[in-house]
């Protein structure tokens, strides 16, 4: 069923991506492939492959981001446009950290509105001149994408606000989310214009394109793609609030990497990951992987860095030099702290001066001497709360000001203009300590470019102590991105005022040979691990994230954002019924392997009983003696037995294969290699007092295992308490006869040589002794259990127990990573399956009537 999320957006459902608005110029650089468009699904959705390479086989990476590294200004006749790079643009910089040979293809929208009769020609010379491809949003789809959706929903979410009421943030508005979704869509068709999927490299940036992976997923399965988050990723407590939830994550997980700044943001996703779609996540060789469909996607963890040659550039301008000894002079026998933010309402410029103005009320000595120098960017967002917000500080600083202010000295210097980076830097070099108190941010560089301005370049004397040596301080929230990094600051709460006042003051007052150590150790991090160092380490991981695209076959299922690309072994494909039918047909000595949960039954039926169909094709194929066929169940033999006892020539091997009965008029065999279930009263106490402990848990109890149950469980608490619950029975039953494993919640406990993939051999090493070795061997099951018997047919037949011209049809259930070679989508097509094996059954001889 198609989710409300998705029931306006047709065009996505469909899977075709017409382009929106008039046809337009295609630009140069298209896709050069010869491609193969298949069917993948009843989405029909056309993903592109191709076995021959480009012809054109270029490194190129495509940035994809919300807007291109460009400035743009109207000519002064007022006739076209001018172009420029924007130096202070992230984006630019990551090249510097990409091999010297690699192409950069900048995808994005302008900061500016081009007229559609000028968007062809605007085109045209961004991509000549710039190699950038501009994306054009119509002004209805901008507004809700950005200032609405993106800013006004997912910036407040992403940052721990929530919309508690209609006066308290904006509630969320599906007309927002479908603009979102548009947007997205317009920049996935300008990525298709230029992509040589083969051979390039995507890397999408930011929040505000967040679905863009499914949309060139769908398009090109093996495309090469990494996305990296430059917000804070919350805890699953608030993202869960977001009425699109899964269908971000899914989205999302159609990248092949996934980065973050840091381990804390990391650990929000997976964790979302984990109770919303039930992921689980591995660490291998300090890598952190997602295993979904078949597909490893990469977890990167590492902070952004500042561009260190800009800054040092930026150091030896005359007009810094001159705008330094302006300010020192302004601020001569002063003592500045610095604060450089966005006005926004997560950047705790409030927090920030009220702490200021407890510092002077407890520490009276630097009333007259240490002044506050606030610089507030202009707001990126607008909105009723930003409004209040600069209204209170404004209000606040008014009031201290008026307050501390004496003859020749200003508390708090409020500068809220745009500041360049050329006097930026010249407050970083005159500042003695800089504070950020924002109460949640993604990275937040401005301590980098402060540790790179009071370090000065080789020969400067400009941030020197009296003995020569260069210093710094910090006092940063414990909430922002770059706050792990920098272990020589001043950790604070920034909630709390009283706190933040006295780091304040300790920033100041520490002696010059502390603060010039902690600098030290600042600057070799901040040199070291530049924005080249952190896309270098990107680019390598997302190469290494990508490396096995070209060597698995890959599927595309799901409609819409519930698109995922299944990657398989190439020998992986579903079962021909026509082909296993003309091969059973053949066969003289038949083995038919069939799990029940799963394969014959659906595991989300409530009710376990078979139904009268199912019923009749078993014994149908049990009827025909040329075959052999056996359920092999976790399941208890009682429920087994009674549940099938139409069925006479069925074979059963209940719980897991413990018990064995090759039909019905035989008596059980006990399979195990132990009957001695004394450690039952040893395991039972430990799972009880888990159960006790996790509501929702619970056990059950068989003849030969006992099994602990979380399924119900709070996701993360059930995953937690299993794993200690594991750590704790194999300790207690470390000298008995068992075996302790885990499974899909469950945690369970069985005699020692018990298994499915047993069962499997005893089955096929019992028809070859009595002169009917298998010639066909159908094996079908659905979950981890039934590998055991994919596993030992391979076995069997190196063995000698089955031929090597045996017709084997190991099966699994559904399209994922498996040991078989063959699958089946559902139990449905299960049972349409052997049905047709039915129908080809010889039935057994009609008794002769005597006369």
Same mark, same amino acid.
Request: charged share 25%; net charge negative; aromatic share 10%.
């Given at each position: ?45 056309? +993903?592109?492959?191709? %076995?021959?390479? =480009?012809?054109?086989?270029? &490194? !190129?990476?495509?940035? $994809?981001?919300?807007? *291109? /590294? ?45 007229? +559609?009769?000028?968007? %062809?020609?605007? =085109?045209?010379?961004?991509? &000549? !001149?710039?190699?950038? $491809?501009?994306?054009? *949003? /119509? ?62 490299? $995507? ?649």
């Amino acid at each position: 069923m198609m989710s409300k999320s998705y029931t306006n957006l047709l065009d996505l459902a469909s899977g075709n991506f017409p382009a929106m608005g008039r046809e337009k110029k295609r630009l140069p650089r298209v896709m050069t492939v010869t491609g193969v468009i298949s069917e993948l699904d009843d989405d029909q959705a056309n +993903s592109v492959t191709s %076995d021959v390479p =480009s012809s054109i086989i270029v &490194d !190129r990476i495509i940035i $994809v981001a919300n807007q *291109l /590294p460009v400035k743009a200004k109207r000519r002064p006749d007022n006739k076209g446009w001018s172009f420029s790079w924007d130096d202070d643009s992230l984006l630019l910089h990551i090249k510097d950290g990409l091999p010297d040979d690699m192409e950069v293809i900048y995808v994005g929208s302008l900061r500016v509105e081009v007229d +559609s009769s000028e968007q %062809d020609d605007v =085109s045209q010379l961004l991509l &000549d !001149r710039f190699k950038c $491809v501009p994306a054009f *949003l /119509p002004p209805d789809i901008l507004s809700k994408y950005y200032h609405g959706f993106c800013k006004q929903h997912l910036w407040p979410l992403f940052h721990y606000m929530l919309p508690y009421s209609a006066s308290h943030g904006s509630r969320f508005d599906r007309s927002w989310w479908e603009a979102y979704v548009a947007a997205n869509k317009i920049f996935s068709q300008k990525v298709i214009e230029v992509i040589n999927p083969e051979d390039d490299f $995507v890397w999408i940036h930011d929040y505000h394109l967040m679905v863009l992976p499914t949309f060139l997923r769908r398009r090109f399965n093996r495309l090469r793609m990494g996305f990296f988050l430059h917000s804070p990723f919350p805890s699953s407590e608030i993202y869960r609030t977001l009425p699109v939830r899964e269908e971000i994550l899914k989205a999302l997980l159609n990248s092949d990497l996934i980065g973050f700044h840091t381990f804390d943001y990391a650990r929000h996703f997976l964790s979302c990951c984990s109770r919303m779609l039930g992921l689980e996540y591995q660490s291998k060789r300090g890598y952190i992987g997602l295993e979904y469909y078949g597909r490893t996607v990469g977890i990167k963890i590492m902070p952004v860095g500042i561009h260190m040659g800009q800054i040092e550039t930026v150091l030896q301008l005359a007009d810094r030099e001159w705008r330094v000894e302006e300010l020192k002079q302004q601020f001569e026998g002063k003592t500045v702290l610095l604060g450089v933010d966005d006005m926004d309402i997560f950047k705790g410029v409030d927090l920030k001066v009220l702490a200021f103005e407890e510092m002077l009320k407890q520490h009276p000595k630097w009333q007259g001497r240490a002044v506050l120098v606030q610089i507030a960017n202009p707001a990126r967002g607008k909105g009723k709360d930003l409004e209040e917000i600069e209204e209170e500080i404004k209000t606040s600083i008014k009031r201290i000001n008026d307050k501390f202010r004496q003859p020749g000295y200003e508390p708090i210097v409020f500068i809220d203009r745009p500041v360049s980076l050329s006097e930026r830097t010249a407050y970083y070099t005159v500042a003695e300590c800089v504070v950020v108190t924002a109460v949640r941010d993604g990275m937040n560089l401005t301590p980098y470019e402060y540790i790179v301005c009071r370090q000065g370049i080789p020969g400067s004397d400009c941030t020197t102590e009296s003995n020569g040596l260069k210093s710094s301080m910090l006092v940063v929230s414990e909430f922002i991105g770059c706050s792990p990094s920098l272990s020589g600051a001043i950790r604070v709460n920034p909630w709390n005022v009283e706190e933040t006042a006295e780091a304040l003051n300790e920033a100041i007052s520490m002696a010059d040979a502390e603060k010039v150590l902690r600098h030290e150790k600042h600057y070799k991090y901040v040199s070291t691990h530049d924005v080249a160092y952190w896309s270098r380490s990107f680019f390598q991981d997302l190469e290494r994230s990508c490396k096995d695209h070209f060597r698995r076959r890959c599927w595309g299922i799901g409609l819409s954002f519930g698109f995922r690309v299944v990657a398989l072994d190439p020998n992986f494909r579903k079962l021909s019924i026509d082909t296993i039918v003309s091969a059973y047909s053949r066969a003289k000595n038949r083995a038919i392997l069939l799990d029940y949960d799963g394969t014959l039954m659906p595991q989300t039926t409530i009710n376990k009983v078979p139904s009268p169909e199912v019923i009749s094709i078993v014994n149908t194929l049990c009827c025909d003696e040329r075959n052999t066929v056996f359920l092999v169940s976790g399941r208890g033999r009682d429920s087994l037995g009674q549940w099938f006892s139409p069925c006479e020539k069925l074979g059963i091997a209940a719980e897991h294969g413990y018990f064995l009965r090759w039909s019905a008029d035989k008596e059980w065999e006990v399979v195990g290699q132990s009957n001695d279930f004394q450690w039952m009263q040893m395991a039972e106490p430990v799972m009880k007092q888990y159960t006790e402990a996790t509501d929702g848990s619970y056990i059950e109890t068989k003849e030969s295992a006992l099994v602990w149950h979380h399924r119900d469980a709070d996701l993360g608490f059930g995953s937690c308490q299993a794993k200690e619950m594991l750590d704790h029975l194999e300790s207690v039953l470390a000298n008995e006869p068992v075996a302790v494993k885990s499974g899909q919640f469950i945690v369970e406990v069985k005699p020692q040589g018990v298994s499915k993939g047993l069962v499997a051999e005893k089955i096929f090493s019992t028809m070859a002794e009595s002169g009917r070795q298998a010639d066909f061997v159908l094996c079908v099951g659905d979950d981890r259990s039934d590998e055991d018997m994919f596993e030992i047919i391979g076995n069997a037949i190196n063995s000698g127990i089955l031929s090597s011209s045996t017709a084997v049809y190991a099966c699994t259930v559904g399209q994922k990573p498996s040991k078989a070679k063959y699958y089946l989508d559902d139990t449905t097509e299960v049972r349409t399956m052997l049905d047709a094996l039915a129908e080809e059954s010889t039935p057994p001889p009609s008794p002769e009537i005597v006369t």
